[in-house]
């Protein structure tokens, strides 16, 4: 150990946070804070691309509901984890971005690597900072993780010049802020949305990534067991009462579930922790009917958006806000009729010649494939979902089975995150099972980090449906233009699971569902980061023929 100097005083700064773990990819401005972390304990694991390294933090982030952290360079290791660190925020990701930065007195004199790293990341995310000096680190680092975890959570960057962490220094931890004492719940409110829920014919209710973050699971199955309430989730809430359990519905996204379609016929929706954002198409009246009293129920501080007005909108602590409308609910008499008439529906509708391969393009038809992985998954994976036409297919099929076990792309469909964020999870969860589905398209983007999940030994498997495309695109410009305007959206057949075999990974090509399960099994008792490649067809999804239904609009 050297003397003692800022790097330290981060470490420790970050110890004092609850910080275990932090991602990063080397860098000459990371190298005293490095110093600094090992002495303190803090597990490094580094990954081979900023992005990954950010994208990994994420998925730590959204699994233990407390910040992930992520270390990068500056200058281009800096821009790289940018789309990390936006991919993270538009997810309520408490995700703190610290990135190395050029000597802060070689500023403006033309130094290597020089650039405005605060002004890059500020709109990408809720804070963006640089410490000034040494003293400053432990009290931004403190203000990082508190506006990370306040209101609509979400990411946060702090930048830190190479000299201000390598200055020596003395300097102790300040003392921690003082935490202000949560609002008193709105009962008066909260009685009156307890009272229209329970009046309603066809009452609906959505659960988003607020009501994730707040911990509210065991209030909302409770006020599910309570009441003849529906139950519809999306975002970070996916799994957070899992699908199986009664009145738990699955998506809320009526572009990939039939389900969904019916929120549509609802005369009362209670949103918790959600915005009427894209997935729910704006609260228009394709989505939420006209006559529907739209309710919700946010965090302090959080964002509401103004896309359609509220009944009632209560600013409170989400999880101590539903178990008032559970202890309610409990005290009276429901009709379940309802409820039993949405879940009677099946999520994503037969496709006829389902018993051949797919209907243009050689392979399984993807819905044959998902319907055989909703079955052999182990319950206790974690599951990963990346981006592609095959993967759409997935979404409306396989069954979100507890909380921070279902993690997606998010509102910034960023092409390639689940590699990362398949890693990510399994460092938070080092014992259970992690699955990625993903299309061969968007498994390109990260494949390197395969050899980060074998030298950290972070295995996981990788279900690659091979349809030799960006299969959404390609069926988008065939639905949207035509055939002769099919452009840039074909790729080459690649065996993906020799590359990772190759990386010293397992890997097989399957196929047949029937080869699927046992596949599966072998991948996991390896040990090793695993990929099963499985041929399918170019099938468009249901959500691709929505988007195709709507002109093109996402």
Request: proline share 5%.
């Amino acid at each position: 150990m050297s003397e003692r100097h800022g790097g330290h005083l981060a470490a420790a700064a970050l110890l004092r946070q609850g910080v275990d773990t932090v991602f990063t990819l080397c860098g000459n401005h990371t190298l005293a804070l490095y110093e600094g972390l090992i002495d303190a304990g803090i597990k490094l694991v580094d990954t081979r691309t900023e992005a990954g390294a950010v994208m990994a933090a994420d998925a730590y982030a959204r699994v233990t509901r407390r910040p992930g952290v992520a270390l990068v360079t500056g200058g281009p290791g800096h821009t790289n984890g940018l789309t990390g660190l936006i991919t993270a925020h538009a997810c309520s990701s408490p995700v703190v971005l610290l990135s190395g930065q050029t000597d802060l007195a070689l500023t403006g004199k033309g130094a290597q690597q020089e650039m405005d790293q605060v002004a890059t990341a500020a709109p990408l995310c809720k804070w963006s900072r640089m410490a000034g000096s040494v003293e400053e680190l432990p009290v931004l680092i403190d203000e990082a993780f508190d506006v990370a975890m306040s209101g609509s959570t979400g990411a946060v960057h702090l930048s830190l010049p190479a000299d201000i962490v390598a200055q020596p220094t003395v300097a102790e931890l300040p003392a921690p802020a003082a935490r202000t004492e949560s609002a008193a719940l709105p009962h008066e409110a909260l009685a009156r949305i307890a009272e229209l829920l329970a009046t309603a014919q066809r009452p609906v209710v959505i659960a988003g990534s607020g009501a994730y973050m707040a911990r509210a699971e065991d209030a909302l199955t409770g006020l599910l067991r309570a009441s003849g309430l529906p139950l519809f989730t999306i975002d970070l809430a996916r799994g957070m009462v899992p699908d199986a359990e009664p009145g738990s519905l699955g998506y809320a996204d009526a572009s990939l579930s039939d389900r969904a379609k019916r929120i549509r016929d609802a005369d009362v929706v209670l949103l918790l922790g959600k915005t009427l954002d894209f997935r729910l198409r704006f609260g228009d009246a394709g989505f939420v009917g006209d006559d529907c009293a739209v309710l919700d129920i946010h965090a302090p501080g959080a964002d509401v958006d103004s896309n359609r007005s509220r009944a009632i909108s209560v600013e409170a602590d989400i999880a101590a806000a539903v178990e008032v409308l559970a202890a309610d609910a409990a005290g009276r008499t429901w009709d379940h009729a309802w409820r039993a008439e949405l879940a009677a529906i099946a999520p994503v509708a037969d496709v006829d010649g389902l018993d051949v391969a797919g209907s243009e393009t050689p392979g399984l038809h993807p819905l044959l494939v998902a319907r055989e992985l909703e079955r052999v998954l182990p319950d206790s994976a974690g599951l990963v979902m990346d981006a592609g036409d095959f993967v759409q297919w997935c979404r409306g099929v396989l069954t979100a089975r507890g909380p921070g076990r279902w993690l997606r792309l998010g509102p910034m469909s960023t092409c390639g995150a689940g590699t990362p964020l398949a890693l990510g999870l399994k460092a938070a969860r080092p014992d259970e099972p992690v699955v990625l589905v993903t299309g061969d398209g968007s498994f390109g983007y990260y494949l390197i980090e395969f050899e980060t999940a074998l030298r950290q030994g972070l295995p996981f498997v990788a279900i690659v449906g091979n349809n030799n495309a960006w299969g959404l695109e390609y069926n988008l410009q065939r639905g949207l233009y035509g055939d002769d305007y099919v452009v840039a959206s074909e790729l080459t057949a690649v065996r993906y699971d020799r590359v990772i075999e190759a990386m010293g990974g397992y890997g097989e090509y399957v196929t047949s569902v029937a080869e699927l399960g046992p596949a599966i099994e072998r991948a996991i008792a390896s040990g090793k980061p695993a990929c099963i490649e499985v041929p399918v067809s170019r099938d468009p999804s249901p959500l691709t023929n929505a988007v195709i239904a709507r002109g093109g609009q996402v």
